[in-house]
Nanobody, 127 residues
Protein backbone atom coordinates (compact mmCIF):
# COMPACT_ATOMS: atom_id res chain seq x y z
CA UNK A 1 0.00 0.00 0.00
CA UNK A 2 1.34 3.39 -1.01
CA UNK A 3 1.49 6.31 1.37
CA UNK A 4 3.04 9.74 1.18
CA UNK A 5 3.07 11.63 4.45
CA UNK A 6 3.96 15.28 4.96
CA UNK A 7 5.47 16.66 8.14
CA UNK A 8 7.29 19.72 9.39
CA UNK A 9 4.61 22.36 9.14
CA UNK A 10 3.95 24.89 11.85
CA UNK A 11 3.82 28.55 12.79
CA UNK A 12 6.75 30.73 11.78
CA UNK A 13 7.38 34.46 11.72
CA UNK A 14 7.85 36.33 8.45
CA UNK A 15 11.38 35.92 7.25
CA UNK A 16 11.74 32.60 9.00
CA UNK A 17 12.37 29.12 7.68
CA UNK A 18 10.78 25.71 7.79
CA UNK A 19 11.70 22.37 6.29
CA UNK A 20 8.91 20.11 5.16
CA UNK A 21 9.37 16.39 4.68
CA UNK A 22 7.50 14.00 2.43
CA UNK A 23 8.04 10.40 3.46
CA UNK A 24 6.99 7.81 0.94
CA UNK A 25 6.24 4.16 1.60
CA UNK A 26 5.15 1.46 -0.78
CA UNK A 27 6.96 3.15 -3.65
CA UNK A 28 10.52 4.04 -4.54
CA UNK A 29 11.88 7.45 -5.42
CA UNK A 30 13.98 5.59 -7.95
CA UNK A 31 10.81 5.48 -10.05
CA UNK A 32 8.57 8.23 -8.72
CA UNK A 33 8.79 11.98 -8.99
CA UNK A 34 7.52 14.05 -6.09
CA UNK A 35 5.69 17.32 -6.31
CA UNK A 36 4.83 19.85 -3.64
CA UNK A 37 1.57 21.75 -3.83
CA UNK A 38 -0.16 24.18 -1.54
CA UNK A 39 -3.65 25.50 -0.97
CA UNK A 40 -4.25 28.79 0.73
CA UNK A 41 -7.62 29.65 2.26
CA UNK A 42 -10.12 30.52 -0.44
CA UNK A 43 -7.70 29.68 -3.24
CA UNK A 44 -7.14 26.78 -5.56
CA UNK A 45 -4.35 24.33 -4.92
CA UNK A 46 -1.21 25.25 -6.83
CA UNK A 47 2.03 23.54 -7.70
CA UNK A 48 5.12 25.02 -6.11
CA UNK A 49 7.94 22.56 -6.73
CA UNK A 50 8.83 19.16 -8.09
CA UNK A 51 11.83 16.87 -8.17
CA UNK A 52 12.01 14.32 -10.90
CA UNK A 53 13.00 10.73 -10.55
CA UNK A 54 16.01 9.60 -12.56
CA UNK A 55 18.13 12.75 -12.99
CA UNK A 56 16.68 14.73 -10.08
CA UNK A 57 15.73 17.74 -12.17
CA UNK A 58 13.94 20.35 -10.10
CA UNK A 59 11.15 22.75 -10.92
CA UNK A 60 9.76 25.75 -9.06
CA UNK A 61 6.86 28.12 -9.31
CA UNK A 62 7.93 31.72 -9.83
CA UNK A 63 6.40 32.64 -6.48
CA UNK A 64 8.90 30.50 -4.55
CA UNK A 65 11.94 30.48 -6.83
CA UNK A 66 15.04 31.54 -4.97
CA UNK A 67 13.43 30.99 -1.56
CA UNK A 68 12.44 27.32 -1.60
CA UNK A 69 14.68 24.36 -2.32
CA UNK A 70 13.52 20.83 -3.02
CA UNK A 71 15.78 17.85 -2.42
CA UNK A 72 15.54 14.14 -1.90
CA UNK A 73 17.18 11.33 0.01
CA UNK A 74 16.52 8.15 -1.93
CA UNK A 75 17.93 6.00 0.86
CA UNK A 76 15.28 7.37 3.20
CA UNK A 77 12.65 7.56 0.46
CA UNK A 78 12.02 11.12 1.56
CA UNK A 79 11.76 14.44 -0.22
CA UNK A 80 12.37 17.74 1.53
CA UNK A 81 11.20 21.25 0.89
CA UNK A 82 13.41 23.86 2.52
CA UNK A 83 11.47 27.09 2.77
CA UNK A 84 13.37 30.28 3.56
CA UNK A 85 12.38 33.93 3.71
CA UNK A 86 8.81 32.95 4.38
CA UNK A 87 6.08 35.48 3.80
CA UNK A 88 2.50 35.68 5.07
CA UNK A 89 1.42 34.83 1.53
CA UNK A 90 3.06 31.42 1.94
CA UNK A 91 0.45 30.48 4.52
CA UNK A 92 -1.30 27.38 3.21
CA UNK A 93 -1.76 23.67 3.60
CA UNK A 94 1.16 22.00 1.86
CA UNK A 95 0.74 18.68 0.11
CA UNK A 96 3.16 16.31 -1.49
CA UNK A 97 2.23 13.94 -4.27
CA UNK A 98 3.91 11.11 -6.14
CA UNK A 99 3.91 10.47 -9.84
CA UNK A 100 5.42 7.50 -11.63
CA UNK A 101 7.11 9.43 -14.39
CA UNK A 102 10.25 11.30 -15.29
CA UNK A 103 9.40 14.99 -15.36
CA UNK A 104 10.68 16.63 -18.50
CA UNK A 105 8.65 19.75 -19.05
CA UNK A 106 6.11 22.23 -17.90
CA UNK A 107 3.50 19.66 -16.88
CA UNK A 108 5.15 19.13 -13.50
CA UNK A 109 2.36 21.11 -11.83
CA UNK A 110 -0.55 19.31 -13.48
CA UNK A 111 -2.26 17.80 -10.48
CA UNK A 112 -4.30 15.15 -12.28
CA UNK A 113 -1.06 13.49 -13.39
CA UNK A 114 -0.10 12.64 -9.81
CA UNK A 115 -1.04 9.22 -8.50
CA UNK A 116 -0.75 9.50 -4.73
CA UNK A 117 -1.37 12.40 -2.39
CA UNK A 118 -0.69 13.07 1.24
CA UNK A 119 -3.08 14.64 3.72
CA UNK A 120 -1.20 17.91 3.96
CA UNK A 121 0.60 19.89 6.63
CA UNK A 122 -0.33 23.40 7.72
CA UNK A 123 2.19 26.21 7.34
CA UNK A 124 1.29 29.53 8.91
CA UNK A 125 3.50 32.58 8.48
CA UNK A 126 2.50 35.28 10.92
CA UNK A 127 3.96 37.63 13.47
Amino acid sequence: QVHVVESGGGLVQPGGSLRLSCAASGLSLDYYSIGWFRQAPGKEREGISCISTSDGSTYYADSVKGRFTISRDNAKNTVYLQMNSLKPGDTAVYFCAARQAVITGTNWAVQRLYDYWGQGTQVTVSS
